[in-house]
């Protein structure tokens, strides 16, 4: 019948209540998801500020804000968030945790030194039925791999088993795919890569392989481009995929997590391809700039709002995990 809202910072904890049913959040989450994603600050989302974020304003004293989402709102991108005349993104930078005690787990153990290396692949070449070439994924690791002097892997070459081989070496790995939640068991959700004959790899890298991929030595961050990569395809279009009240949900983000990185982003909607593109060249240029991962993200999404205001084009990506530099520091 009710929400809680947990505050905690460095010094304090509070619980607030806010006047808002699971029920309502469900309604306002599927309306924003189904019809108002293409329309700038649209009536849902500005329901869901008054509900969840302007009882919580004066709380909310620092620039960085980490959010732990439960339930439905895990398909809400807060970025977008709107009080009708702002978003939430222009006056915060903003990261999700999977729960409040991996914040310290995340820092303490999975940050390491920047080695300046990077794996990048895009538009890989797949047989799998209903999938079609991703052209504009292409055009971004070729805009993107630059920046860092080296040479994307794509199509034939943008392999299952490039990324189990040295994805562990790179300090950011890159993945512009199709990517598919398997609701029922999503330890079977997939990224489409391409297959390699001489490894026996068929080119599905499922949740339950990317837990055995070893990404603690050297990867600060991983970046699902292109697809629903944060959560799941919806096969019902009429309403939301159930999400277990213990578990949460066992996603792609989730297991590059475990596996050793300290920061994933991914998106909740397969948005436009060049918006996409758009997008992430201007995150990279601000990551190589120096800024945080979740700063860098704040100020593309700011840019590509700026020429693209609806949130459809530019609020879709969502970073999990540890928002400061990458190899540490920071916030």
């Known amino acids: 019948k009710r929400t809680l809202a947990f505050i905690v910072t460095r010094s304090s904890f509070q619980t607030v209540t806010l006047n808002v049913s699971r029920k309502e959040l469900q309604e306002q989450t599927f309306v924003f998801q189904t019809s108002g994603r293409g329309k700038p600050h649209s009536a849902p989302l500005q329901k869901l500020h008054n509900a969840l974020i302007a009882p919580l304003k004066s709380y909310l004293t620092t620039a960085n804000i980490a959010i732990v989402p439960h339930q439905v709102l895990h398909y809400l991108p807060f970025a977008a968030i709107t009080d009708g005349q702002r978003y939430l993104i222009e006056d915060y930078t903003l990261a999700t945790l999977p729960s409040a005690s991996s914040l310290r787990y995340l820092e303490d153990k999975k940050r390491k030194p920047d080695n300046g290396r990077m794996l990048m692949l895009g538009n890989p070449t797949t047989d799998e039925p209903g999938l079609q070439s991703l052209p504009w994924a292409e055009q971004e690791v ?169 949130p459809y084009y530019w609020a879709a990506f969502v970073l999990t995990g540890d928002g400061g530099l990458i190899g540490g520091g920071g916030r």
């Not at 920046?147 to 512009?176: C, D, F, W």
């Not at 790899?201 to 697809?227: F, H, K, M, P």
């Not at 860098?296 to 700026?306: H, I, K, S």
């Open 142 to 310: 070729e805009a993107i791999a630059p920046m860092y002097g080296i040479q994307p892997l794509v199509g034939r070459n943008a392999t299952e088993s490039v990324v189990k081989s040295q994805s562990g070496s790179a300090s950011i790995l890159h993945l512009a795919a199709h990517g598919k939640f398997n609701n029922s068991n999503p330890l079977f959700s997939t990224l489409y890569l391409s297959e390699d004959s001489q490894t026996n790899d068929d080119g599905r890298l499922q949740v339950y392989e990317i837990y055995g991929v070893d990404l603690s030595s050297a990867t600060n961050l991983v970046v699902l481009s292109a697809c629903e990569t944060q959560l799941s395809n919806r096969g019902d279009r009429n309403k939301l995929p159930s999400v277990s009240p213990g578990d949460e949900i066992v996603a792609l983000n989730r297991a590059f997590l475990y596996a050793g990185t300290p920061s994933v982003i991914a998106s909740l909607w397969k948005v436009e391809d060049e918006a996409s593109q758009l997008l992430m060249v201007q995150f990279y240029t601000h990551l190589r700039a120096g800024k945080e991962k979740a700063e860098a993200l704040r100020l593309a999404q700011n840019y590509v709002r700026n020429q693209k205001p609806a």
